[in-house]
């Protein structure tokens, strides 16, 4: 089994956003704890750094780290870094940066986006990208804008992201609220399914489910995603500098 700690994260979004009252700020800090069954496996973390200039366009600088825990690195080591800017009016990302070391696996890309001229720049070639396009980690930081108004149970909705010098769709579905015993306290979260083209990071037949906050943050509590062999879950342990308080359920 191929493992990536920071991957799990990213393929929760949705096809409508607001671009006023953002649910996260600069400064913003979350850690989660990586599992497989009952061991721990590693962690990961997303941090909104800073606001920088690409562009002249003033950008959200957001970074994404995944790495096993030490006992695991003398069996697979990973070392993830993902970089995204995006553009503090549009929500749209201008630039993106993935360094990956996973058990000796080697990714090294970087994106530079013209969304004026549907294309994306890589180091290589240049490709042709629909409306809207995403990367990665921009997906999450856009996901977390919609409007759960506009959300139906049951129903679908997709996104384009341009990933691996390619271009495709996710599928997302909310199914549920439910709420979460965590180590904060309970939290009142919404479900989301995502589901990828058959062949794309994951294999047919597995499955994912996301656990977002339904208050004004919209964080990023818990993923679990079953795979042939078991379960892999991340479960956030750490925070810091939330644009709102965190909505726990009072006993």
């Given at each position: 089994m191929r493992l990536s700690l920071f991957i799990v994260f990213l393929f929760f979004t949705s096809s409508v956003f607001s671009q006023?009252?953002?649910?996260?700020?600069?400064?913003?800090?979350?850690?989660?704890?990586?599992?497989?069954?009952?061991?721990?496996?590693?962690?990961?973390?997303?941090e909104i750094a800073e606001i920088k200039t690409i562009n002249q366009k003033?950008?959200?600088?957001?970074?994404?780290k995944g790495k096993t825990a030490p006992f695991f690195d003398w069996f697979f080591k990973v070392r993830d870094i993902y970089e995204t800017f995006i553009d503090t009016s549009t929500l749209l990302p201008l630039e993106f940066n993935r360094d990956v070391?996973?058990?000796g696996h080697l990714i090294n890309?970087?994106?530079?986006?013209?969304?004026?001229?549907?294309?994306?720049?890589?180091?290589?070639?240049?490709?042709?990208?629909p409306a809207n396009a995403q990367d990665m980690l921009s997906a999450l930081f856009y996901a977390?804008?919609?409007?759960?108004e506009s959300i139906f149970d049951g129903e679908s909705f997709y996104i384009p992201i341009f990933m691996d010098d390619e271009n495709y769709y996710l599928e997302i579905k909310y199914l549920q609220n439910e709420v979460l015993d965590t180590k904060f306290g309970k939290i009142n979260c919404m479900v989301f399914q995502p589901k990828m083209q058959e062949g794309r990071v994951f294999e047919d037949g597995e499955e994912m489910k996301i656990?977002?906050?339904?208050?004004?943050?919209?964080?990023?509590i818990k993923v679990e995603t079953k795979i042939w062999a078991g379960i892999i879950k991340a479960?956030?342990?750490?925070?810091?500098?939330?644009?709102?308080?965190?909505?726990?359920?009072?006993?």
């Open positions: 006023t009252n953002l649910p996260y700020k600069v400064g913003e800090y979350a850690a989660y704890k990586v599992s497989f069954g009952p061991i721990w496996v590693g962690y990961a973390d997303l003033p950008s959200f600088y957001i970074v994404g070391n996973e058990g890309q970087q994106y530079s986006f013209s969304h004026k001229d549907s294309n994306v720049t890589t180091q290589d070639s240049i490709f042709v990208i977390r804008t919609f409007k759960k656990w977002i906050t339904d208050d004004k943050n919209h964080l990023l479960v956030l342990d750490v925070y810091k500098e939330l644009k709102y308080p965190l909505s726990i359920i009072e006993e």
